[in-house]
């Protein structure tokens, strides 16, 4: 991961990798709201809806997790497709992958969680 991102970003990184959904969403909405200007700011909001997408997969609430999935797409495809040493495309497949599976087979299924590779 590049070193010039903002700890906060490095941060939620960390806490989504580890599965912590709701403590990364809430790191990561401290830098969407502290920069109001920022060229990123939809991207940060995408990212901070598909951490709410997951932790509404592990609550079971898949009618809330599936309209912030969409949501986080919209505001995702204004990027490219590797913004802020994400790739989005491969993201947000793999949690829609995972969504798609735990609707399916249930919570307990073995299917990996997703993680970012930044």
């Known amino acids: 991961m590049k070193q010039n991102l903002d700890s906060r970003y490095q941060e939620f990184i960390r806490l989504f990798n ?3 959904y709701w403590h990364a969403h809430e790191v990561l909405e401290q830098l969407w ?4 200007q920022s060229a990123d700011r ?7 809806q598909l951490a709410a997408v997951l932790y509404h ?3 079971g609430n898949f009618t809330g997790a599936w309209a912030l999935f969409n949501s986080a797409n ?3 495809s204004q990027y490219p497709e590797q913004h802020l040493g994400i790739w989005r495309g491969k993201l947000l497949h ?3 992958e995972f969504a798609e599976i735990c609707q399916k087979e249930g919570l307990g299924t073995a299917v990996a969680r997703p993680i970012i590779n930044a």
């Open 18 to 20: 580890t599965k912590q």
């Open 33 to 36: 709201l502290a920069d109001r």
């Open 42 to 48: 939809a991207f940060y909001k995408g990212l901070i």
């Open 57 to 59: 997969v592990e609550k």
């Open 74 to 76: 919209r505001y995702l």
């Open 94 to 96: 793999t949690i829609r």
